[in-house]
């Protein structure tokens, strides 16, 4: 099989991605075209990718990328059958490149299935919050339409769906210290919290908690990546937590100033109490 295939386009996501972007287009250069779908850097992103003659297509997107927008216009800028989903803090070793293209030249496939495996502070973490995505598929395989965070649209009727073996894997190499993340926590509970979910009660938030600790940390053999893998684990449940108190909020209509009008009650009640 040739090693450059004309029918797949390798997206790569980018917002101020100088420092890593080159690495992410050499990774697929010789495998296909490259389509680099940025939203407005101003560092010189845009510049390496041309460099490197990879399309760009400029996208506002609105702090995320599978929304219904922001997908049907990159399915109008790809000009091949099939595309690959990507980003600029993630890399595939030439194996795995060589078993989706397999999958995308045998006619036999409309979605590739793959795991996303997480390194940490510069560990790799095993299968700690490895996770499974449709990220290869043709452009009518999956329906973005009302598409919300954290998913990724759903498989078309008759979609046929083939899952690569978990040794094929996208290397995701999050860059985030405790300080970043809160604030990429932050906006991405914001935005959930805009959509229509119900808080979940308190024993779902504590069987939850469990569970992501015993299945990430044990099960899932993270627990062989050190310190760095617990310190991912304490993230991700207090990304849960964050959210469900952010929905809490919602639902109850607090802000600050709502918040010190109740505080006001009790004040008056101790200035009462004085007299």
């Avoid at 004309?6 to 490259?34: D, Q, S």
């Avoid at 919050?129 to 008759?158: E, L, Q, S, W």
């Avoid at 992501?212 to 053999?221: A, E, G, K, S």
Wanted: proline share 2%.
């Amino acid at each position: 099989m040739s090693r450059f295939s004309t029918r797949i386009t390798f997206v790569l996501f980018t917002f101020n991605e100088e420092k890593r972007i080159e690495r992410a287009i050499l990774n697929f250069l010789p495998f296909g075209k490259i389509l680099v779908v940025d939203n407005e850097s101003t560092d010189a992103t845009r510049q390496i990718a041309q460099h490197h003659g990879c399309d760009v297509l400029i996208n506002k997107n609105q702090g995320w990328v599978e929304d219904e927008v922001t997908t049907a216009r990159v399915q109008q800028a790809v000009t091949t059958d099939w595309l690959y989903w990507g980003f600029a803090d993630e890399m595939v070793e030439f194996d795995t490149i060589q078993a989706i293209l397999a999958a995308v030249e045998s006619d036999k496939f409309d979605i590739v299935n793959i795991a996303r495996k997480n390194y940490y502070y510069g560990q790799f973490c095993y299968d700690l919050f490895a996770d499974r995505m449709n990220r290869i598929f043709k452009k009518d395989a999956i329906d973005f339409t009302g598409n919300t965070i954290h998913n990724f649209g759903k498989v078309a009727p008759g979609a046929r769906v083939h899952q690569l073996p978990l040794n094929y894997f996208v290397h995701h190499f999050i860059s985030n210290t405790a300080k970043s993340y809160l604030h990429v926590m932050d906006r991405y509970t914001d935005t959930e919290s805009a959509e229509k979910r119900t808080v979940p009660g308190i024993l779902r938030l504590f069987l939850s908690s469990f569970k992501t600790i015993v299945l990430n940390l044990i099960l899932r053999r993270g627990y062989k990546a050190g310190m760095p893998a617990y310190c991912l684990v304490v993230n991700m449940v207090y990304y849960r937590w964050l959210s469900s108190m952010k929905l809490y909020e919602r639902d109850e209509n607090l802000d600050r100033m709502m918040i010190e009008q109740k505080n006001d009650v009790f004040r008056q009640r101790i200035l009462q109490g004085l007299r």
